[in-house]
């Protein structure tokens, strides 16, 4: 059966499949999110031990295959019941198994978020070239926006490819016209870097990090020079919102960083959607 004939002819269980879909590359997302950090930062570790002629340590292997997901206290190995999306957690009462120790609420949000999403994406989108790229999308802006809020880093390793899939999925218009995208790229990149440059220039402190301007390179990869304004300005609304509600909570100082990423990747969200 094609999936444009089960979308219209059984919607209900596409949107079923969309979601289970979702919650499942939520679920692979919690683990990106979790090990790649850590990954780059045994890479960063490795070398500068490289370049002060310093051994480095031998390790086990560590990627984001192996080894085996384990319990974040105890770290024993975790059986496949303990994997279920969101089942898993709310079965256990949000313990681990082994240890019961407190598993935190970022798993099952994750998924159920990333769950939510799919399923909007399919209300938004038909079958086809969109709706294959606004899921790749959602899910590349998710997990960048979990890293970012919990490590205040936007790896190159994520946004770069990023860039050059939105290039490559505009290059038939499929969001935009390619010149737009294009533009976008080369706009947002430039934007931000310049500003950034220009407030270290002028305050010597630094303003916003260089994961920050190739995050706007690749939104405007995908979505076009014209909503590049208006999505900063909708993401830096937010982000002050959120500093300072945050701030009333005492979980925010005043001259403690913050994390912009996850504010601008919700605008590109919103603005995505106005490509329908």
Known sequence: ????????????????????????????????????????????????????NMPSPARQTYNLCWPPSACCSCQRPLMR???????????SGGKS?????????????????????????????PPGMQLAAGLLLISALLTLAVIDATTLLLPDVLTLPLLWIGLLVNLNGCFVPLQDAVAGALCGYLSFALLSAIFTQLSGKAAL????????????????????????????????????????????????????????????????????
Request: proline fraction near 4%; charge should be neutral.
């Open 97 to 125: 198994r082994c240890c019961q120790q407190a598993i935190s609420l970022r798993y099952p949000l994750v998924e159920s978020i990333c769950g939510a999403l799919f399923v909007l994406a399919g209300l938004l989108w």
């Open 209 to 276: 990090g260089g994961g920050d301007a190739k995050l706007l390179a690749a939104l405007g990869a995908w979505l076009g020079w014209e909503v590049l304004p208006q999505l900063v300005m909708v993401a830096g609304t937010g982000g002050l919102l959120g500093a300072g509600i945050l701030h009333l909570l005492g979980r925010q100082k005043v001259n403690q960083p913050l994390a912009f990423g996850p504010w601008l990747t919700l605008s590109a969200g919103y603005f995505l959607t106005l490509t329908v």
């Open 1 to 52: 059966m094609m999936l444009n004939e089960l979308a219209y002819g059984y919607p209900a269980l596409w949107y079923a499949l969309l979601g289970t879909a979702g919650l499942l590359i939520g679920s692979f997302l919690n683990v990106v999110a979790w090990r790649l950090p850590v990954m780059l930062n045994e890479k960063w570790q490795d070398e500068a031990r490289l370049t002060l």
């Open 81 to 91: 019941r303990d994997l279920l999306p969101i089942v898993s957690w709310c079965l």
